[in-house]
């Protein structure tokens, strides 16, 4: 008897996983919409500090692109290492990732940190106002989540680096208001193609 039901258990356990990684991967991912100047846009500080001599040449070069830059409420607090506590940082981008007039969520910069919040913040929600969030680093957590969730994201330049490279900027550009890659040139350094 116990042994009939163990081996139940063994195959419904199969079964589930089976068809859970079935219904993951058939699921159709939700692609946000593309940016337009006017668009209101947000920087979320989810890991490390953030310092405005960092983060202010990426925001301006946002406003170059006519869109509306929302900072978040915590985007230069400290908590130690972090750019404030867990549930500010959690509140913070769970208001971003709920707000229906946010187009897409800026990380200010990596570090550490993004791995903490998600299991404080609901992902199923921002299928309703499905929007970007780009950055790397730390922000693969997010990115991870959010495609498993069925939200595509671009893992693309963050505040911290925006404003100090011009090629990731037009890419990034490109790829958010739907221009395509026609008319882009990276230049390669030959040191490091070597």
Not at 133 to 160: P, Q, R, W
């Amino acid at each position: 008897m116990v042994r009939r039901f163990f081996l139940s258990l063994v195959i419904m356990c199969c079964c589930s996983i089976v068809l859970a990684q079935h219904n993951w991967r058939t699921a159709p991912h939700i692609r946000p919409p593309y940016l337009h100047v006017g668009d209101t846009v947000a920087v979320c500080n989810a890991s490390n500090r953030a310092y405005p001599e960092k983060i202010e040449p990426g925001i301006k070069v946002l406003e170059s692109w006519g869109l509306v830059v929302e900072r978040a409420t915590n985007l230069y607090d400290a908590d130690g290492r972090y750019g404030g506590t867990e549930e500010k940082r959690a509140a913070e981008l769970q208001r971003m990732m709920d707000s229906p007039n946010i187009k897409a969520i800026f990380m200010a910069r990596g570090g550490y940190g993004a791995s903490q919040l998600l299991d404080k913040i609901s992902l199923n929600r921002m299928r309703r106002h499905p929007k970007w969030v780009i950055g790397f680093s730390d922000a693969t957590a997010l990115h991870i989540a959010l495609n498993n969730a069925g939200i595509e994201t671009i893992h693309g330049a963050m505040m911290s680096t925006l404003g100090h490279q011009e090629e990731s900027g037009e890419a990034l550009h490109a790829a958010l208001f739907n221009e395509g890659y026609n008319n882009i040139t990276i230049e390669t350094n030959e040191d490091c193609v070597k």
